[in-house]
Protein backbone atom coordinates (compact mmCIF):
# COMPACT_ATOMS: atom_id res chain seq x y z
CA UNK A 1 0.00 0.00 0.00
CA UNK A 2 2.60 2.57 0.80
CA UNK A 3 4.35 1.99 -2.13
CA UNK A 4 1.10 2.49 -3.88
CA UNK A 5 0.78 5.84 -1.82
CA UNK A 6 4.24 6.86 -2.95
CA UNK A 7 3.41 6.20 -6.73
CA UNK A 8 0.54 8.16 -6.34
CA UNK A 9 2.30 10.92 -4.51
CA UNK A 10 5.39 10.56 -7.42
CA UNK A 11 2.23 10.78 -10.15
CA UNK A 12 1.93 14.04 -8.64
CA UNK A 13 5.16 15.68 -8.10
CA UNK A 14 4.45 15.62 -4.35
CA UNK A 15 7.22 12.69 -3.44
CA UNK A 16 7.98 14.18 -0.21
CA UNK A 17 4.46 13.55 1.54
CA UNK A 18 4.67 9.82 1.53
CA UNK A 19 8.67 9.81 2.96
CA UNK A 20 6.80 12.01 5.57
CA UNK A 21 4.02 10.34 7.40
CA UNK A 22 5.29 8.37 10.42
CA UNK A 23 3.11 5.40 9.33
CA UNK A 24 4.75 3.11 11.25
CA UNK A 25 4.34 4.94 15.36
CA UNK A 26 0.64 4.24 15.16
CA UNK A 27 -0.85 1.19 16.03
CA UNK A 28 -2.53 -1.43 14.07
CA UNK A 29 -5.33 -0.04 13.79
CA UNK A 30 -5.03 3.25 13.70
CA UNK A 31 -2.31 2.33 10.67
CA UNK A 32 -4.83 0.87 8.46
CA UNK A 33 -7.13 3.76 8.80
CA UNK A 34 -4.65 6.54 8.38
CA UNK A 35 -3.63 4.70 5.19
CA UNK A 36 -7.52 4.27 4.22
CA UNK A 37 -7.67 8.30 4.95
CA UNK A 38 -4.35 8.84 3.38
CA UNK A 39 -5.35 7.14 0.35
CA UNK A 40 -8.66 8.57 0.07
CA UNK A 41 -6.82 12.11 0.49
CA UNK A 42 -4.40 11.56 -2.34
CA UNK A 43 -7.63 9.68 -4.66
CA UNK A 44 -9.39 13.52 -3.94
CA UNK A 45 -6.57 15.72 -3.17
CA UNK A 46 -5.41 14.78 -6.35
CA UNK A 47 -8.05 14.68 -8.73
CA UNK A 48 -6.03 13.30 -11.88
CA UNK A 49 -6.06 10.01 -13.64
CA UNK A 50 -3.48 7.74 -12.66
CA UNK A 51 -1.25 5.91 -15.16
CA UNK A 52 1.34 3.69 -14.65
CA UNK A 53 4.91 5.38 -14.18
CA UNK A 54 6.41 2.74 -16.02
CA UNK A 55 4.30 2.50 -18.93
CA UNK A 56 5.69 3.37 -22.07
CA UNK A 57 3.24 5.23 -24.51
CA UNK A 58 4.25 5.43 -28.84
CA UNK A 59 3.28 8.12 -30.35
CA UNK A 60 3.33 7.74 -34.35
CA UNK A 61 3.22 10.77 -35.97
CA UNK A 62 4.40 14.38 -34.85
CA UNK A 63 1.79 16.14 -36.33
CA UNK A 64 -0.53 18.22 -34.00
CA UNK A 65 -2.45 14.93 -33.20
CA UNK A 66 0.38 13.08 -32.53
CA UNK A 67 1.68 16.24 -30.55
CA UNK A 68 -1.43 16.90 -28.60
CA UNK A 69 -1.69 13.25 -27.42
CA UNK A 70 1.51 12.97 -26.51
CA UNK A 71 1.52 16.39 -24.51
CA UNK A 72 -2.18 15.46 -22.83
CA UNK A 73 -0.20 12.44 -21.43
CA UNK A 74 2.92 13.96 -20.42
CA UNK A 75 0.56 16.63 -18.33
CA UNK A 76 -1.45 13.72 -16.96
CA UNK A 77 1.78 11.93 -15.36
CA UNK A 78 3.06 9.03 -17.83
CA UNK A 79 6.32 9.99 -18.21
CA UNK A 80 7.51 7.45 -20.91
CA UNK A 81 6.48 9.17 -24.12
CA UNK A 82 8.19 8.07 -27.34
CA UNK A 83 6.95 10.19 -30.37
CA UNK A 84 7.88 8.18 -33.28
CA UNK A 85 8.14 10.76 -36.43
CA UNK A 86 9.30 9.68 -40.17
CA UNK A 87 10.11 12.62 -41.32
CA UNK A 88 13.13 15.10 -39.99
CA UNK A 89 10.94 17.53 -38.72
CA UNK A 90 7.42 18.07 -36.32
CA UNK A 91 4.53 19.22 -37.59
CA UNK A 92 3.76 17.08 -40.65
CA UNK A 93 0.99 18.94 -42.93
CA UNK A 94 1.45 21.80 -40.66
CA UNK A 95 4.74 22.92 -42.50
CA UNK A 96 6.29 25.89 -43.04
CA UNK A 97 9.43 27.31 -45.81
CA UNK A 98 11.13 30.30 -45.02
CA UNK A 99 13.54 29.85 -47.87
CA UNK A 100 12.30 33.19 -49.08
CA UNK A 101 12.56 35.32 -46.29
CA UNK A 102 8.76 34.91 -45.56
CA UNK A 103 7.07 32.52 -43.89
CA UNK A 104 5.45 30.21 -47.08
CA UNK A 105 2.80 27.37 -44.92
CA UNK A 106 2.66 24.62 -47.30
CA UNK A 107 0.18 23.17 -45.68
CA UNK A 108 -2.41 24.68 -43.34
CA UNK A 109 -2.87 28.44 -43.63
CA UNK A 110 -5.65 29.43 -41.71
CA UNK A 111 -7.64 29.11 -38.63
CA UNK A 112 -11.08 28.15 -39.44
CA UNK A 113 -13.66 29.72 -38.15
CA UNK A 114 -11.60 30.91 -34.83
CA UNK A 115 -14.22 31.80 -32.38
CA UNK A 116 -14.29 28.58 -30.03
CA UNK A 117 -11.55 26.66 -32.33
CA UNK A 118 -9.01 25.48 -29.86
CA UNK A 119 -6.41 26.82 -32.36
CA UNK A 120 -6.64 29.96 -31.10
CA UNK A 121 -5.73 30.50 -28.14
CA UNK A 122 -2.84 27.93 -28.66
CA UNK A 123 -1.67 30.21 -31.41
CA UNK A 124 -1.92 32.90 -28.69
CA UNK A 125 0.33 30.87 -26.69
CA UNK A 126 2.72 29.80 -29.28
CA UNK A 127 3.27 33.83 -30.71
CA UNK A 128 1.55 32.49 -34.05
CA UNK A 129 0.59 35.66 -35.51
CA UNK A 130 -2.95 36.40 -37.52
CA UNK A 131 -4.52 38.18 -40.52
CA UNK A 132 -8.27 38.61 -40.69
CA UNK A 133 -9.13 37.44 -44.69
CA UNK A 134 -12.29 38.58 -45.90
CA UNK A 135 -13.50 35.71 -48.53
CA UNK A 136 -15.49 38.70 -50.28
CA UNK A 137 -13.01 40.69 -51.08
CA UNK A 138 -12.66 39.48 -54.18
CA UNK A 139 -12.30 40.07 -57.99
CA UNK A 140 -12.68 37.16 -60.14
CA UNK A 141 -11.30 38.46 -63.98
CA UNK A 142 -12.42 35.87 -66.91
CA UNK A 143 -9.85 34.49 -69.84
CA UNK A 144 -9.72 37.80 -71.62
CA UNK A 145 -9.70 39.90 -68.85
CA UNK A 146 -12.66 41.60 -67.96
CA UNK A 147 -14.13 41.62 -64.69
CA UNK A 148 -16.96 39.36 -63.57
CA UNK A 149 -19.30 42.18 -62.23
CA UNK A 150 -20.54 42.23 -58.39
CA UNK A 151 -23.65 41.91 -59.64
CA UNK A 152 -23.04 38.45 -61.75
CA UNK A 153 -20.65 37.29 -59.17
CA UNK A 154 -22.97 37.45 -56.37
CA UNK A 155 -26.01 36.10 -58.12
CA UNK A 156 -23.78 32.94 -59.39
CA UNK A 157 -22.37 32.79 -55.95
CA UNK A 158 -25.30 32.78 -53.81
CA UNK A 159 -27.28 30.15 -57.07
CA UNK A 160 -23.56 28.06 -56.53
CA UNK A 161 -24.16 27.54 -52.82
CA UNK A 162 -28.24 26.82 -52.92
CA UNK A 163 -26.98 24.36 -56.08
CA UNK A 164 -24.64 22.49 -53.65
CA UNK A 165 -27.56 22.33 -50.76
CA UNK A 166 -29.97 20.94 -53.73
CA UNK A 167 -27.08 17.97 -54.84
CA UNK A 168 -26.84 17.51 -50.93
CA UNK A 169 -30.47 16.52 -50.84
CA UNK A 170 -30.55 14.80 -53.92
CA UNK A 171 -27.44 12.78 -53.38
CA UNK A 172 -27.29 9.38 -53.06
CA UNK A 173 -24.29 7.07 -51.67
CA UNK A 174 -23.61 5.30 -55.00
CA UNK A 175 -23.41 8.30 -56.98
CA UNK A 176 -20.54 11.00 -56.96
CA UNK A 177 -21.15 14.88 -56.63
CA UNK A 178 -20.16 15.56 -60.53
CA UNK A 179 -23.08 12.81 -61.65
CA UNK A 180 -25.69 14.20 -59.34
CA UNK A 181 -24.82 17.97 -60.18
CA UNK A 182 -24.28 17.55 -63.81
CA UNK A 183 -27.68 15.70 -63.67
CA UNK A 184 -29.57 18.68 -62.07
CA UNK A 185 -27.30 21.72 -63.70
CA UNK A 186 -26.55 20.41 -66.71
CA UNK A 187 -26.22 23.95 -68.63
CA UNK A 188 -23.27 24.81 -65.73
CA UNK A 189 -21.53 21.87 -66.55
CA UNK A 190 -19.19 24.30 -69.06
CA UNK A 191 -19.77 26.92 -67.50
CA UNK A 192 -16.09 29.30 -66.81
CA UNK A 193 -17.15 30.78 -63.02
CA UNK A 194 -19.47 27.52 -62.05
CA UNK A 195 -16.17 25.76 -62.81
CA UNK A 196 -14.08 28.21 -60.56
CA UNK A 197 -16.57 28.30 -57.97
CA UNK A 198 -16.55 23.96 -57.50
CA UNK A 199 -13.07 24.32 -57.55
CA UNK A 200 -11.97 27.12 -55.70
CA UNK A 201 -14.73 26.91 -52.80
CA UNK A 202 -15.89 22.81 -52.89
CA UNK A 203 -13.10 21.27 -53.93
CA UNK A 204 -10.63 23.79 -51.67
CA UNK A 205 -13.00 23.12 -48.75
CA UNK A 206 -13.17 19.57 -49.30
CA UNK A 207 -10.33 18.30 -50.76
CA UNK A 208 -11.38 16.24 -53.07
CA UNK A 209 -12.51 16.51 -56.66
CA UNK A 210 -16.23 16.48 -57.52
CA UNK A 211 -15.88 13.35 -59.47
CA UNK A 212 -14.52 11.32 -56.59
CA UNK A 213 -16.55 13.07 -53.81
CA UNK A 214 -19.91 11.53 -52.09
CA UNK A 215 -22.96 13.54 -53.35
CA UNK A 216 -24.22 13.00 -50.19
CA UNK A 217 -21.99 12.84 -47.38
CA UNK A 218 -19.80 15.82 -47.92
CA UNK A 219 -20.93 18.32 -45.55
CA UNK A 220 -22.58 16.49 -42.45
CA UNK A 221 -19.41 18.04 -39.94
CA UNK A 222 -19.49 21.22 -37.90
CA UNK A 223 -18.08 24.69 -37.85
CA UNK A 224 -16.90 26.96 -35.01
CA UNK A 225 -18.03 30.56 -35.31
CA UNK A 226 -16.21 33.59 -36.37
CA UNK A 227 -14.12 34.65 -39.99
CA UNK A 228 -11.11 32.57 -41.25
CA UNK A 229 -7.68 34.28 -40.47
CA UNK A 230 -4.46 33.24 -42.06
CA UNK A 231 -1.54 32.72 -39.58
CA UNK A 232 1.01 35.17 -41.01
CA UNK A 233 4.35 33.77 -39.32
CA UNK A 234 4.69 29.77 -39.96
CA UNK A 235 2.23 27.41 -38.89
CA UNK A 236 4.59 25.57 -37.61
CA UNK A 237 5.35 28.00 -34.79
CA UNK A 238 2.59 26.20 -33.35
CA UNK A 239 3.44 22.60 -33.33
CA UNK A 240 7.08 23.56 -32.61
CA UNK A 241 5.44 25.30 -29.33
CA UNK A 242 3.67 21.84 -29.01
CA UNK A 243 6.65 20.01 -29.23
CA UNK A 244 8.55 21.42 -26.68
CA UNK A 245 9.90 18.95 -23.80
CA UNK A 246 8.89 15.63 -25.73
CA UNK A 247 11.17 13.00 -26.85
CA UNK A 248 10.46 13.12 -30.15
CA UNK A 249 12.24 10.56 -32.51
CA UNK A 250 13.11 12.14 -36.19
CA UNK A 251 13.62 9.90 -39.20
CA UNK A 252 12.00 6.46 -37.35
CA UNK A 253 9.46 5.77 -39.87
CA UNK A 254 6.91 3.16 -38.42
CA UNK A 255 5.85 -0.12 -41.12
CA UNK A 256 4.30 -2.32 -38.32
CA UNK A 257 2.07 -2.17 -35.09
CA UNK A 258 2.33 -5.93 -33.41
CA UNK A 259 -0.32 -5.80 -30.73
CA UNK A 260 -0.69 -10.05 -30.72
CA UNK A 261 1.04 -10.01 -27.20
CA UNK A 262 -0.85 -9.19 -24.48
CA UNK A 263 1.59 -7.73 -21.94
CA UNK A 264 3.34 -5.45 -25.04
CA UNK A 265 2.98 -3.83 -28.47
CA UNK A 266 5.96 -4.09 -30.84
CA UNK A 267 6.40 -1.07 -33.02
CA UNK A 268 8.72 -1.86 -35.98
CA UNK A 269 10.50 1.33 -37.30
CA UNK A 270 13.59 2.68 -38.85
CA UNK A 271 16.10 1.83 -36.48
CA UNK A 272 14.71 -1.37 -34.61
CA UNK A 273 11.38 -2.79 -32.64
CA UNK A 274 10.24 -0.49 -29.35
CA UNK A 275 8.07 -1.84 -26.86
CA UNK A 276 5.27 -0.22 -25.52
CA UNK A 277 2.47 -0.46 -23.45
CA UNK A 278 -0.47 1.43 -25.67
CA UNK A 279 0.69 2.87 -28.89
CA UNK A 280 -1.44 6.05 -30.46
CA UNK A 281 -1.18 5.68 -34.48
CA UNK A 282 -1.84 9.67 -35.83
CA UNK A 283 -0.48 8.80 -39.44
CA UNK A 284 -2.47 10.17 -42.21
CA UNK A 285 -4.98 8.37 -43.76
CA UNK A 286 -3.01 7.86 -47.21
CA UNK A 287 0.01 5.92 -45.05
CA UNK A 288 -2.88 4.20 -43.68
CA UNK A 289 -4.72 3.10 -46.57
CA UNK A 290 -1.00 2.23 -48.53
CA UNK A 291 1.09 -0.89 -48.14
CA UNK A 292 3.75 0.41 -45.79
CA UNK A 293 1.67 0.38 -42.76
CA UNK A 294 0.70 -3.42 -41.14
CA UNK A 295 -0.60 -4.21 -38.14
CA UNK A 296 -1.04 -7.50 -36.78
CA UNK A 297 -3.15 -8.74 -35.88
CA UNK A 298 -5.10 -7.30 -39.52
CA UNK A 299 -7.43 -4.26 -38.76
CA UNK A 300 -10.75 -5.48 -38.20
CA UNK A 301 -13.14 -5.78 -41.54
CA UNK A 302 -14.90 -2.72 -40.24
CA UNK A 303 -11.97 -0.54 -39.87
CA UNK A 304 -10.45 -1.75 -43.46
CA UNK A 305 -14.10 -0.52 -44.99
CA UNK A 306 -13.55 3.02 -43.16
CA UNK A 307 -10.28 3.38 -44.90
CA UNK A 308 -12.51 2.37 -47.82
CA UNK A 309 -14.99 4.67 -47.48
CA UNK A 310 -12.84 7.91 -47.35
CA UNK A 311 -10.21 8.99 -49.74
CA UNK A 312 -7.60 11.45 -49.78
CA UNK A 313 -7.50 14.85 -51.43
CA UNK A 314 -5.16 17.02 -53.50
CA UNK A 315 -4.79 20.43 -53.02
CA UNK A 316 -1.14 22.12 -54.11
CA UNK A 317 0.35 25.38 -53.21
CA UNK A 318 2.40 28.06 -55.28
CA UNK A 319 4.05 31.19 -53.50
CA UNK A 320 5.56 33.79 -56.75
CA UNK A 321 7.33 36.43 -55.68
CA UNK A 322 8.16 39.28 -57.72
CA UNK A 323 10.31 42.77 -57.59
CA UNK A 324 7.27 44.93 -57.50
CA UNK A 325 3.82 43.99 -57.10
CA UNK A 326 1.60 44.65 -60.13
CA UNK A 327 -1.68 43.40 -58.86
CA UNK A 328 -4.30 45.74 -57.08
CA UNK A 329 -2.45 45.22 -53.55
CA UNK A 330 -5.77 45.81 -51.74
CA UNK A 331 -7.87 42.83 -52.90
CA UNK A 332 -7.24 39.29 -50.70
CA UNK A 333 -8.05 37.56 -53.47
CA UNK A 334 -7.92 37.46 -57.14
CA UNK A 335 -10.15 34.86 -59.14
CA UNK A 336 -9.54 33.76 -63.07
CA UNK A 337 -11.98 30.98 -64.69
CA UNK A 338 -9.93 29.05 -67.29
CA UNK A 339 -11.64 26.24 -69.22
CA UNK A 340 -9.71 23.84 -67.36
CA UNK A 341 -10.95 23.39 -63.96
CA UNK A 342 -8.79 24.01 -61.31
CA UNK A 343 -5.70 25.26 -63.33
CA UNK A 344 -4.13 28.16 -61.02
CA UNK A 345 -7.99 29.73 -60.73
CA UNK A 346 -7.24 31.33 -57.39
CA UNK A 347 -4.25 33.54 -56.25
CA UNK A 348 -3.99 34.64 -52.32
CA UNK A 349 -2.60 38.53 -51.74
CA UNK A 350 0.60 38.30 -49.43
CA UNK A 351 0.99 41.48 -50.13
CA UNK A 352 -2.37 42.14 -48.45
CA UNK A 353 -0.95 41.27 -45.21
CA UNK A 354 2.97 41.46 -45.51
CA UNK A 355 5.78 43.20 -47.52
CA UNK A 356 6.51 40.23 -49.15
CA UNK A 357 5.94 40.89 -53.12
CA UNK A 358 4.15 37.64 -53.59
CA UNK A 359 0.95 35.70 -54.42
CA UNK A 360 0.60 32.20 -53.48
CA UNK A 361 -1.43 30.17 -56.23
CA UNK A 362 -3.44 26.78 -55.73
CA UNK A 363 -4.37 23.94 -58.06
CA UNK A 364 -7.53 21.34 -56.72
CA UNK A 365 -8.99 18.26 -57.59
CA UNK A 366 -7.71 15.60 -60.08
CA UNK A 367 -5.98 18.75 -61.93
CA UNK A 368 -3.75 19.02 -59.05
CA UNK A 369 -2.17 15.38 -59.21
CA UNK A 370 -1.28 16.19 -63.26
CA UNK A 371 0.54 19.05 -61.48
CA UNK A 372 2.75 17.28 -59.54
CA UNK A 373 4.45 15.85 -62.91
CA UNK A 374 4.81 19.34 -64.01
CA UNK A 375 8.91 21.36 -63.96
CA UNK A 376 9.24 24.51 -62.17
CA UNK A 377 9.44 26.38 -65.96
CA UNK A 378 5.88 24.92 -67.01
CA UNK A 379 4.08 25.48 -63.76
CA UNK A 380 5.50 28.91 -63.72
CA UNK A 381 4.95 29.70 -67.72
CA UNK A 382 0.89 28.71 -66.88
CA UNK A 383 0.56 31.14 -63.87
CA UNK A 384 1.89 33.43 -66.12
CA UNK A 385 -0.50 32.98 -68.84
CA UNK A 386 -3.38 33.40 -66.90
CA UNK A 387 -1.96 36.59 -64.48
CA UNK A 388 -0.61 38.12 -68.16
CA UNK A 389 -4.91 37.56 -69.40
CA UNK A 390 -5.56 39.72 -66.36
CA UNK A 391 -2.45 42.34 -66.17
CA UNK A 392 -0.98 42.32 -69.55
CA UNK A 393 1.73 40.95 -71.30
CA UNK A 394 4.47 42.77 -70.10
CA UNK A 395 3.86 41.63 -66.51
CA UNK A 396 7.10 40.50 -65.60
CA UNK A 397 8.67 36.55 -64.68
CA UNK A 398 8.69 36.09 -60.71
CA UNK A 399 11.76 36.17 -59.16
CA UNK A 400 11.50 32.91 -57.35
CA UNK A 401 8.96 30.18 -56.87
CA UNK A 402 8.12 27.37 -54.19
CA UNK A 403 5.57 24.65 -54.76
CA UNK A 404 4.22 21.14 -52.71
CA UNK A 405 3.40 17.78 -54.13
CA UNK A 406 1.27 16.56 -51.44
CA UNK A 407 0.07 13.51 -53.74
CA UNK A 408 3.04 12.31 -53.74
CA UNK A 409 4.14 12.70 -50.47
CA UNK A 410 5.61 9.82 -48.53
CA UNK A 411 4.37 10.57 -45.64
CA UNK A 412 0.59 11.38 -46.37
CA UNK A 413 -0.19 10.58 -49.98
CA UNK A 414 -2.28 13.26 -50.42
CA UNK A 415 -3.62 16.92 -48.66
CA UNK A 416 -6.80 15.81 -46.62
CA UNK A 417 -9.02 13.14 -46.10
CA UNK A 418 -13.26 13.13 -47.75
CA UNK A 419 -15.86 11.05 -48.14
CA UNK A 420 -15.54 9.27 -51.43
CA UNK A 421 -18.40 8.13 -53.85
CA UNK A 422 -20.08 5.16 -52.11
CA UNK A 423 -18.60 5.83 -48.64
CA UNK A 424 -20.17 7.24 -45.51
CA UNK A 425 -19.03 9.80 -42.92
CA UNK A 426 -19.34 7.25 -40.19
CA UNK A 427 -16.09 6.26 -41.27
CA UNK A 428 -14.89 9.07 -39.62
CA UNK A 429 -15.77 7.74 -36.31
CA UNK A 430 -15.03 3.99 -37.25
CA UNK A 431 -11.26 4.89 -37.55
CA UNK A 432 -11.13 6.45 -34.02
CA UNK A 433 -11.79 3.61 -32.45
CA UNK A 434 -9.39 2.23 -29.97
CA UNK A 435 -8.52 -1.47 -30.56
CA UNK A 436 -8.28 -3.58 -27.04
CA UNK A 437 -7.69 -0.73 -25.11
CA UNK A 438 -3.95 -0.78 -25.90
CA UNK A 439 -4.10 0.72 -29.69
CA UNK A 440 -5.36 4.08 -30.50
CA UNK A 441 -5.90 6.15 -33.35
CA UNK A 442 -6.17 10.17 -33.67
CA UNK A 443 -5.41 12.54 -36.54
CA UNK A 444 -8.21 15.04 -38.84
CA UNK A 445 -9.30 11.21 -40.40
CA UNK A 446 -10.45 10.24 -37.10
CA UNK A 447 -12.36 13.80 -36.35
CA UNK A 448 -16.04 13.40 -37.86
CA UNK A 449 -17.22 17.29 -36.38
CA UNK A 450 -13.84 18.85 -37.81
CA UNK A 451 -12.28 16.14 -40.38
CA UNK A 452 -9.52 17.56 -42.60
CA UNK A 453 -9.02 20.75 -40.34
CA UNK A 454 -6.06 21.27 -37.76
CA UNK A 455 -8.43 21.98 -34.88
CA UNK A 456 -9.98 18.23 -35.95
CA UNK A 457 -6.70 16.75 -35.24
CA UNK A 458 -5.68 18.75 -32.50
CA UNK A 459 -8.94 17.71 -30.91
CA UNK A 460 -8.71 13.84 -31.33
CA UNK A 461 -5.33 13.81 -30.37
CA UNK A 462 -6.88 15.22 -26.78
CA UNK A 463 -9.05 12.81 -27.01
CA UNK A 464 -7.57 9.90 -27.91
CA UNK A 465 -5.00 10.62 -24.87
CA UNK A 466 -7.89 10.84 -22.23
CA UNK A 467 -9.84 7.75 -23.90
CA UNK A 468 -6.24 5.62 -22.76
CA UNK A 469 -5.65 7.50 -19.36
CA UNK A 470 -9.20 6.28 -18.60
CA UNK A 471 -8.31 3.07 -18.78
CA UNK A 472 -5.99 3.47 -15.57
CA UNK A 473 -8.52 5.10 -13.40
C1 LIG B 1 -2.37 21.95 -48.68
C2 LIG B 1 -3.08 21.85 -47.35
C3 LIG B 1 -3.82 22.92 -46.89
C4 LIG B 1 -4.47 22.85 -45.66
N1 LIG B 1 -5.12 23.95 -45.17
C5 LIG B 1 -5.66 23.92 -43.94
C6 LIG B 1 -6.11 25.11 -43.34
O1 LIG B 1 -5.96 26.20 -43.90
N2 LIG B 1 -6.68 25.02 -42.11
C7 LIG B 1 -6.84 23.84 -41.46
O2 LIG B 1 -7.40 23.82 -40.36
N3 LIG B 1 -6.36 22.69 -41.99
C8 LIG B 1 -5.75 22.72 -43.20
N4 LIG B 1 -5.18 21.59 -43.72
C9 LIG B 1 -5.37 20.32 -43.00
C10 LIG B 1 -4.43 20.19 -41.79
O3 LIG B 1 -3.13 20.57 -42.17
C11 LIG B 1 -4.44 18.77 -41.31
O4 LIG B 1 -5.77 18.34 -41.09
C12 LIG B 1 -3.67 18.55 -40.00
O5 LIG B 1 -2.45 19.24 -39.99
C13 LIG B 1 -3.45 17.06 -39.83
O6 LIG B 1 -2.76 16.79 -38.64
P1 LIG B 1 -2.51 15.26 -38.26
O7 LIG B 1 -1.79 15.24 -36.98
O8 LIG B 1 -3.79 14.51 -38.38
O9 LIG B 1 -1.60 14.68 -39.44
P2 LIG B 1 -0.16 15.11 -39.94
O10 LIG B 1 0.07 16.55 -39.70
O11 LIG B 1 -0.03 14.63 -41.32
O12 LIG B 1 0.80 14.30 -38.97
C14 LIG B 1 1.09 12.94 -39.17
C15 LIG B 1 2.58 12.73 -38.96
O13 LIG B 1 2.87 11.34 -39.16
C16 LIG B 1 4.12 11.24 -39.81
N5 LIG B 1 4.19 9.93 -40.44
C17 LIG B 1 3.63 9.51 -41.60
N6 LIG B 1 3.91 8.21 -41.81
C18 LIG B 1 4.66 7.80 -40.75
C19 LIG B 1 5.24 6.55 -40.40
N7 LIG B 1 5.12 5.46 -41.15
N8 LIG B 1 5.96 6.49 -39.24
C20 LIG B 1 6.12 7.58 -38.44
N9 LIG B 1 5.58 8.78 -38.75
C21 LIG B 1 4.84 8.88 -39.89
C22 LIG B 1 4.11 12.39 -40.80
O14 LIG B 1 5.41 12.72 -41.24
C23 LIG B 1 3.46 13.49 -39.96
O15 LIG B 1 4.42 14.25 -39.27
C24 LIG B 1 -4.44 21.65 -44.89
C25 LIG B 1 -3.67 20.58 -45.36
C26 LIG B 1 -2.98 20.68 -46.55
C27 LIG B 1 -2.10 19.55 -46.99
Known amino acids: ?273 FEASAVVVTVPLGVLKSDNFQFAPELTDEKKDALDDLAMGTVNKYVFVWDTAFWDVDLQYIGYTPETKGTFNHFLNIKKYSNNNALMAFTFGEYSRTAEDLTNVEITDLVMNNLKSIYGSNVPNPTNMLRTRWNSNVNSFGCYSFVQQGGESSAYKILAKSINDRVYFAGEHTSFDYRSSVHGAYASGITAANEMLKRYK
Open 1 to 273: MQLYIEKLCMQENIVFLSKKVPLLNINNRMKQLSLLAITAFFFISCNKRYVKNDDTVIIIGAGISGLAAAKELKENGVEHVIVLEASDKSGGRMKTDRSLGFAFDEGASWIHRPIGNPITDLAIDAGATTFLTDDDNVVVYDIDGSVYSDEDYDTQDEAFEEAVGKVHRAGMNSQSFETVYHSLYADKADDRLWKFMVSSYLEFDLGGDISKLSSNEFYDDKEHKGVDVIVTNGYDNITNYLAKGLDIRYNERVSKVDYTDETKILVTSTSGT
